[in-house]
C-alpha cells in the first residue's frame, strides 16, 4: 500500500467520525481494506479469508501461485496494525478446504502468530472449514452473539436484526463513462449485514443476485471496499451480472 | 525441340501430363517447379498470388509419388502411415481443398485416399484415421498438436513424407504459428527427411517464410525459393467523394450513395471494412439507400455460424450483390462472382489491403478491381500512401517476434503427453523451430519448472506435479487425468467471453431466435434500455439471462451507444512513413481531392507540417483548456501508450494534465495548465517529456494497473494451461462465486514479478495491444527532433483527434476516481430533489 493510500484511508476513516456506521443500534466502522472494526468491544471483524485456496487448486491441477495466504495475510496484518483490536474473529471459511489448516506454510504460520500476538482469535465456523483447526491457537465457536449482534458464517434467511455474516462475498457493479468496474463490497439495510471476502483469490457474487437481495427486505447499499476509501451506493445503481 | 517442353515431359509423367491436355491446360512454370524441388528433395516455398494454381501446385509431387507408389503396390506393401499433411489455417478451407484435390484425382482414377480432419470430424473416423490413415489428410494446427501428443503419433507420422502449409504468411508471425511451428519440429523427427511445403502471398520478407521450412540447427538455414508469376496489376483508385469529407470518424457515410452504386454496377462486390461496429453500421445504411432491394448480406465473426454459412453458401451460388465483411473473410474459399473489392476505412496496412484485392477476381489473366473509401482526411491521405505501395508491389515489414513461452508450454506438456522426453532432446527440438531458433536453455528450462509445478521460487507443489522426471531422467505425465486435461486445453485461440445476443419481445422476455454473439465487455458497458446495432438492426437491451443478452427490436434509428469506432488493426509502420512522406511533400499534394489539399495549405499557413522525420508537437489553448498535439503516426495502440505515459510524467511535473485522446496518426493531451507557457519559461522540457527513459519504471507502473495487461495475462495463462478454459455448460456452476484471473494477476506480480508468464504476458503487450516496441523505436527515431510550435488557437490538423470520442481520463488510481465521481454524481441527483422539495415547501 503506497503511502498516498495509507493517509486516504486515515481520513476515510476519520469521515466515518464518531457516528460511526450504525447497524442494529451499535456502532461500527466499515474498513476500506475490507473489515468491519467495532470500537466499544475493540473487535475487528473478517470473513472468508479462504487461506491455502491456492494450494487447494494446485491438488486439482490449477498450479495458482502459491502466495494467496501470505496476501491474504498481510492485507489482515495491515487492518490489525490500524486498529490494535483486543480480538480478530474470522467469520467462516478461514480456509478453504478442511485440510488447508496443515497446508499453511511456516513463514505464513509466522505471520499469522505475529499478528495475533496478544489479541484473542475467534474462529467462526463456515462450510469450508467446520471443525476446529488445530495448531493455528484462539477459540473455534460455530456462532458468536454480544450484546443486540451475532456473527455467523452463513446469513439466516427472514427478518434478522443485528446478524453480521460472509459466506455470500458480496461484489458490486457500476458502469461508470463507459468502463465496468466491480468491486467487493459490504452489503447492509442498517439491520443486517453481509461482509465482502477478504481472501487473495476469493471470487464474488454479484449484489443484485437472488441469494443476497432476498436478505433485504426492501432497500439496501452496497459500500465498496478493498481500495482507499468506502463507496456507498444503493442496491439499485448496482448493475446486475452476467 | 522446346527445352521447357522437355522438361515437362521428363516432370509431369502420365497420367497428369493427359490430364492436363485434357482439360486444355498448360502446366504453370512453378508448378513444374515444385515437382523439380520435390525430386530434389528440397523443402521450398512457393508464393504466389491467388487464382496461380497455388494449391495444386503443391499438391502436384504428392500426387505423383502417390500415383507411382499404387502402381508398384503390387509388389510391396503399401507403407501404413500418412504420406502428405496439409495444414490450413481455416477449417472450411482445409475442407474445401479437399474437396478440390478429390476431382483430380478422381478424373485421372488415381487410387488415393483423401480424408479431412478438423474439430466437425466425428469422433469414430478420428479414431479410425489414426488406426489406418489416409494417403492425404488436410487438417489445422490445433489437431496437428493433438495428434502429435498422442501414443500413436509415430505410426502415423512415421511414413509421413511431405507436408504443405497453407496460407503460411497467415501463421507464421502468430501464436498459432507459434504451435504449428513446434508441431513441424516434432514431426520433422518422427519423419526424419520430410519436406515441407509452404503456400504463401507475397510478403515483405520471404526469408522468415523459408526457415521456418528447415530445421534451424543445420544446413541449409533456407527452403528453397519459388516465385510464381504475378498476375495482372490491379486496377485500383480511391473513391472521390463530392460531398464534405469529414475531419474525423469512421463510418464514411458521406460516400454511401457512391458505394451503393459501386454496387448496383458490378456482378458481385465484397465490401471490407475494418472492425464488427463498422460492419454493422454500414450494412444498415446501405440497406436505409438499398431502394432496389439487392441482396446485401452482413459476414462477420460474431454473427452466428449458422447464419455465416448461409451468406457463403448464398455467395457461393453467387445469389448475392454485395457482402457488407470485416476480416471474416480476408481469408477463404475462392468466389468466382466477385468482381469488385471496396475497401471502407483506412487500409492499414498495404499487405492485408493486397490480400484483399486479391479477393475479387481469381482469374489470374485479369486484373482485381479494388476501390478505396476513405471515412476522413487523415484516412484520404493513408489511402493514397496505400494506393502507391500496393502500385509498387511494397509490403509492410514483419513485425519482429520470439516464439511465445506460454505456446511453448503448452507444447511441452503435449509432449510430455506423447511419450516420455528428455530435456536435451527436446529443447534441441524446440530451438530447430524458426520463431524458438533464438530460446535461452534457461528460459526453456523455466518453462519446463512451469510445466511441472507452476515454476514458483516457492517451492510449494513437488507434490502435485503435472509432470515428473522418471529414474533415466526422461519427464513424464504424472497421471492420465493431465494428459485429458491437456487435450482439452490444445490451442492458441482464446476468445473473449462471448455472451449469446437473443432476439425476444420487449413484453415476455422469452423464446426468439439467436442473433449471434457479442463479447462480454462490451456487454459491460450497457444498462437496461440502451440500444445498439448488431446483425444488422437497431436492438434495445433488455437484461441478461443466464449467458444470454436479451435483446427487443426498436424503433429507434440512432443507437444510443456509440460502438467501438476506432480501428482494429492499428496503422502499419510502412504506410506511416508513406503519410509522412506525403505530408512532408507538397509537390505530391496534386494527387489528393481538392478539400483535403485546402485542408494541408491551411496548416501550413497556421502552423506547421510534421516533416518526414521529426516530431510535430503543437500547444494551444482552447475552451479553457491547454492543449499539446503530438503528430508521431505510430498507431493508436502506440499512442494510447504514449498519452498514458506522458500524462503521468506531465502530472508528476506539477502540470495537471487532465486526460487525453489518440488516434492513429496523433495524440492529444489536454489539462489546466498553460503548456506553452511552461516551455517558453523552461518548466517544462519537451526533450526529456519525451525521453525513452519513459518506457522503464513509468511503464512498469503503469503496465501493473493496465486492464489490457490483465487481458493479456488471462490469455497466456490459458493458453499455457494455468488455468483452464471456460466450457460452455460448465460456465454456470463457475459464474455463481467466479474467480478471475485479475486475482491471480495481482498476486503474482507483487510476490514473484518475474515469473515466466508474466515475462510471457509483457512479451505480447510489447508486440500486441500496447505497441511498445513500435513506441521505443519513435522515440528513438525523434529523439533530438522535435520540432514544437506554440499556437494561439487549435491547428487544422490538429481537429481530427480533438474529435475522437474515446477519451481516457487521467488519475493516479483510475478506479478510485471513477467511483468517487460517480458517488457525487448520485449524491448531488440525491440532493437535487431534496432542494426542490424545501424550495415548494418554503
Known sequence: MTSTTVRAVRYDIERQGEGGFPLAGTRFVLDPAGALYWPAERLIIVADLHLEKGSAMAARGALLPPYDSRATLAVLAQIVDRWRPRAVVSLGDSFHDRRGAERLGGEERGALARLLRGREMIWVAGNHDPDPMPGLGGSHVNELTIGPITLRHEPQAGDSEGEIAGHLHPVARLVVRGQSLRRRCFATDGKRLVMPALGAYAGGLNVRDPAIEGLFAGAFAAHLAGGARIYRFAHHACLPDH | MDPHRDDETALLPEPFAGWFASRGWAPRAHQLELIAKARLGRSTLLIAPTGAGKTLAGFLPSLIELAARAQRRSNSPRPPGL????????????????????????????????????????????????????????????????????????????????????????????????????????????????????????????????????????????????????????????????????????????????????????????????????????????????????????????????????????????????????????????????????????????????????????????????????????????????????RAGAQDGAVERRGALDVLAQHVLGMACAEPFAVDDLYAEVTSAEPYAGLTRADFDDVVDFVATGGYALRAYERFARIRPRKDGRWRVANPQVAQQYRLNVGTIVESSMLKVRLT??????????????????????????????????????????????????????????????????????????????????????????????????????????????????????????????????????????????????????????????????????????????????????????????????????????????????????????????????????????????????????????????????????????????????????????????????????????????????????????????????????????????????
Not at chain 2, 189 to 196: N, R
Not at chain 2, 329 to 357: C, E, F, H, T, Y
Not at chain 2, 608 to 629: K, M, N, S
Open chain 2, 505 to 842: 419481445s420487449a413484453k415476455s422476455r422469452f423464446g426468439g431466435r439467436v442473433l449471434g454473439e457479442v463479447e462480454e465487455y462490451f456487454v459491460e458497458m450497457l444498462s437496461p434500455g440502451d440500444t445498439f446495432v448488431f446483425a444488422g438492426e437497431v436492438l434495445h437491451y433488455l437484461a441478461i439471462v443466464d449467458d444470454e443478452v436479451r435483446v427487443a427490436r426498436t424503433s429507434a434509428t440512432d443507437p444510443k451507444v456509440p460502438s467501438y469506432a476506432g480501428g482494429k488493426f492499428p496503422l502499419s509502420t510502412f504506410l506511416a512513413s508513406g503519410v509522412r512522406a506525403l505530408l512532408a511533400d507538397p509537390a505530391r499534394w496534386a494527387s489528393l481531392p481538392g478539400q483535403v489539399h485546402d485542408w494541408l495549405d491551411l496548416q501550413k499557413l497556421r502552423s506547421r507540417l510534421p516533416g518526414r522525420d521529426d516530431l510535430l508537437i503543437e500547444t494551444f489553448p482552447r475552451g479553457g483548456r491547454h492543449y499539446l498535439v503530438a503528430y508521431p503516426f505510430e498507431g493508436r495502440l502506440a499512442h494510447q501508450t504514449l498519452g498514458m505515459l506522458l500524462t503521468r510524467r506531465l502530472d508528476r511535473a506539477g502540470l495537471n494534465p487532465l486526460g487525453f485522446m489518440a488516434n492513429d496518426y496523433a495524440l492529444a493531451i489536454y489539462g489546466v495548465s498553460d503548456l506553452s507557457l511552461a516551455i517558453a519559461q523552461g518548466r517544462l522540457d519537451l526533450d526529456a517529456l519525451f525521453d525513452a527513459d519513459m518506457l522503464g519504471d513509468d511503464l512498469e507502473a503503469w503496465l501493473d494497473e493496465s486492464a489490457l495487461m490483465k487481458r493479456t495475462f488471462r490469455q497466456c495463462a490459458v493458453i499455457a494451461g494455468l488455468i483452464e478454459r471456460r466450457f460452455p455448460g460448465k460456465e454456470k456452476n463457475a459464474r455463481q462465486v467466479t474467480m478471475s484471473t485479475d486475482l491471480v494477476y495481482d498476486v503474482l506480480r507483487r510476490h514473484e514479478p518475474g515469473h515466466v508468464l508474466l515475462r510471457a504476458a509483457r512479451a505480447d503487450a510489447a508486440t500486441g495491444l500496447l505497441d511498445i516496441r513500435r513506441l521505443s523505436d519513435m522515440l528513438v527515431r525523434i529523439s533530438g527532433r522535435i520540432e514544437h510550435i506554440a499556437l494561439r488557437r487549435v491547428s487544422p490538423l490538429a481537429v481530427p483527434v480533438m474529435l475522437e470520442i474515446g477519451r481516457e481520463r487521467v488519475a493516479g488510481n483510475a478506479s478510485e476516481a471513477l467511483l468517487a465521481e460517480a458517488e457525487e454524481e448520485l449524491i448531488r441527483e440525491a440532493t437535487r430533489d431534496v432542494d426542490d422539495g424545501s424550495c415548494r415547501a418554503l
Open chain 2, 83 to 390: 504420406h502428405t499433411l496439409y495444414i490450413s489455417p481455416l477449417k472450411a478451407l482445409a475442407v474445401d481443398v479437399a474437396r478440390n484435390l478429390e476431382r483430380p484425382a478422381a478424373e485421372m482414377g488415381l487410387p488415393i485416399r483423401i480424408e479431412t480432419r478438423t474439430g466437425d470430424t466425428p469422433a469414430s473416423r478420428r479414431q479410425r484415421q489414426r488406426r489406418d490413415p489416409p494417403d492425404i489428410l488436410l487438417t489445422t494446427p490445433e489437431q496437428i498438436a493433438l495428434l502429435i501428443a498422442s501414443g500413436d503419433a509415430a505410426h502415423l507420422f512415421g511414413d509421413l513424407r511431405r507436408i504443405v502449409l497453407d496460407e503460411l504468411h497467415a501463421l507464421a508471425g502468430s501464436k498459432r504459428g507459434d504451435l504449428l511451428s513446434l508441431g513441424l519440429a516434432r514431426l520433422r523427427q518422427l519423419a526424419p527427411g520430410v519436406q515441407t511445403v509452404g503456400l504463401s502471398a507475397t510478403v515483405a520478407d520471404p526469408d522468415t517464410l523459408r526457415r521456418w521450412l528447415v530445421p534451424q540447427t543445420g544446413e541449409p538455414e533456407m527452403g528453397d525459393l519459388v516465385i510464381a508469376e504475378a498476375g495482372a496489376a490491379p486496377e485500383l483508385s480511391m473513391l472521390e467523394s463530392v460531398a464534405h469529407v469529414p475531419w474525423a470518424g469512421h463510418t464514411a457515410r458521406h460516400s454511401l450513395k457512391e458505394i451503393y452504386a459501386l454496387i448496383v454496377a458490378n456482378t458481385t462486390t465484397l465490401v471490407f471494412v475494418n472492425t464488427r461496429m463498422q460492419a454493422e453500421l454500414l450494412f444498415q445504411e446501405l440497406w436505409r439507400v438499398n431502394d432496389a432491394n439487392l441482396p446485401i448480406a452482413l459476414h462477420h465473426g460474431s454473427l452466428d455460424v449458422s447464419q455465416r454459412r448461409r451468406v457463403e453458401a448464398a455467395m457461393g451460388e453467387g445469389k448475392l450483390k454485395a457482402v457488407v465483411c470485416t476480416s471474416s473473410l480476408d481469408l477463404g474459399i475462392d468466389w468466382g462472382a466477385v468482381d469488385l473489392v471496396v475497401n471502407v476505412g483506412a487500409p492499414k496496412g498495404s499487405s492485408r489491403l493486397m490480400q484483399r484485392i486479391g479477393r475479387a477476381n481469381h482469374r489470374l489473366d485479369e486484373p482485381s478491381r479494388a476501390v478505396l473509401v476513405p471515412a476522413n482526411r487523415f484516412e484520404v491521405l493513408e489511402c493514397r500512401a496505400a494506393l502507391e505501395a500496393v
